[in-house]
Nanobody
Framework: QVQLVESGGGSVQAGGSLKLSCKASGFTRDDSDMAWYRQPPGAECEMVASIRGGERRYVLPSVRGRFTISQDKSKTSIYLEMNNLQPTDTAVYFC???????????????????????????WGQGTQVTVSS
């Protein structure tokens, strides 16, 4: 059974820092895409950062320079280091990994916990990040 477990969320004041961690287990591939998504209150899901093919990194331009994505050598864990946090960063942050299930109607029908997020991905439970001004 595949599983993604996030940790590291919390409440900070503007200008503060947090580091999110995500541990993947039960997957057979270590080079499938992994990403951090977030869902602000009342808004749709957006991808914050990703590691594609186990190597290629992408960070959302609006947080570039403040957020950094990294992974451990085993490629089973990814991290999101967030600095100079702002109230607009308040959201539930989700870790996600490309699903290894065959593409079927049943696998496609699974609704992501991050509203509007991509299907055919596996998701963590989400961790709340709250930034106060």
């Amino acid at each position: 059974q595949v599983q993604l477990v996030e940790s590291g969320g919390g409440s900070v004041q503007a200008g503060g820092s947090l580091k999110l961690s995500c541990k993947a287990s039960g997957f057979t591939r270590d080079d499938s895409d992994m990403a951090w998504y977030r869902q602000p209150p009342g808004a749709e899901c957006e991808m914050v950062a990703s590691i594609r093919g186990g190597e290629r990194r992408y960070v959302l331009p609006s947080v570039r320079g403040r957020f950094t994505i990294s992974q451990d050598k085993s490629k089973t864990s990814i991290y999101l280091e967030m600095n100079n946090l702002q109230p607009t960063d308040t959201a539930v942050y989700f870790c996600a990994k490309e699903s290894e299930l065959p593409v079927t109607g049943q696998s496609y029908a699974r609704v992501p916990p991050c509203r509007g997020g991509p299907r055919l991905w596996e998701w963590g439970q989400g961790t709340q990040v709250t930034v106060s001004s």
